[in-house]
């Protein structure tokens, strides 16, 4: 799937295939709002929760991997070179 | 009035969020189901090691750091007690290596919610892999 053609479906669609094919890469909080990051074939998708995997404040697409940072930081490096 | 016994559920994730997520969806059965957590694969498993009674179900976080979910599996698998107990992988991803893995050692694989819809399902994903009779007890 392209990016597109996934912005271009609904919002119980989106978390349907998300749930479905979307592979989890992380999360973090700021603010008050919980963000988890999935990949899904050659792009990202962030879900923004008001409350933790209930209440999605919005979903946001990219494919810049120079959006990866903040989730970089809760990787465990040491526990992947063991 | 309940004179029956709790069914006794264990479950290990090493993310807090997480753990409240579940202890929040068994909420509405807390009449019939004491839910035990841990936070490591290393301490559920020294726990149901020395465990006189067996659960009813086994839910493992799949990513833990040090002893992860399906290590826990594969150990509690030989031992006699939990060679055919119920066990759930919780997973945040639903990948097809994991359902295979899953699969190889007679357990579920469930994906951790990403809404309200999916989150009412929860615990019912979670209960169908109780045996028959637990499944009656637990929803009694």
Request: aromatic share 12%.
């Amino acid at each position: 799937m392209m990016l597109f053609e996934f912005q271009l479906l609904s919002l119980d669609e989106k978390l349907d295939i998300l749930y479905r094919e979307g592979v989890y890469v992380g999360k973090y909080k700021e603010e008050g709002l919980w963000t988890i990051l999935y990949q899904l074939d050659y792009f990202y998708i962030e879900v923004i929760y008001r409350q933790y995997r209930r209440y999605i404040k919005r979903i946001y697409c990219f494919t810049s991997t120079s959006l990866l940072d903040p989730y970089l930081e809760g990787i465990q490096i040491e526990l992947l070179v063991s | 009035m309940n004179s029956l016994p709790k069914n006794i559920i264990v479950y290990a994730d090493d993310d807090p969020d997480d753990l409240d997520l579940v202890k929040e969806a068994f909420s509405k059965y807390s009449q019939n189901v004491e839910l035990v957590t841990f936070d490591d694969g290393g301490s559920i498993l020294a726990y149901l090691s020395s465990f006189e009674n067996t659960p009813c179900l086994i839910i493992l976080d799949i990513n833990m750091p040090i002893l992860d979910g399906k290590e826990v599996l594969v150990r509690l698998r030989k031992i006699d007690q939990y060679e055919s107990t119920p066990v759930v992988l919780f997973s945040t991803s639903c990948l097809p290596t994991d359902k295979i893995f899953a699969g190889q050692y007679n357990a579920g694989v469930v994906a951790k919610p990403l809404a309200m819809q999916q989150m009412e399902t929860i615990t019912d994903l979670f209960i169908d892999h109780c045996t028959e009779d637990i499944r009656k007890r637990i929803r009694r």
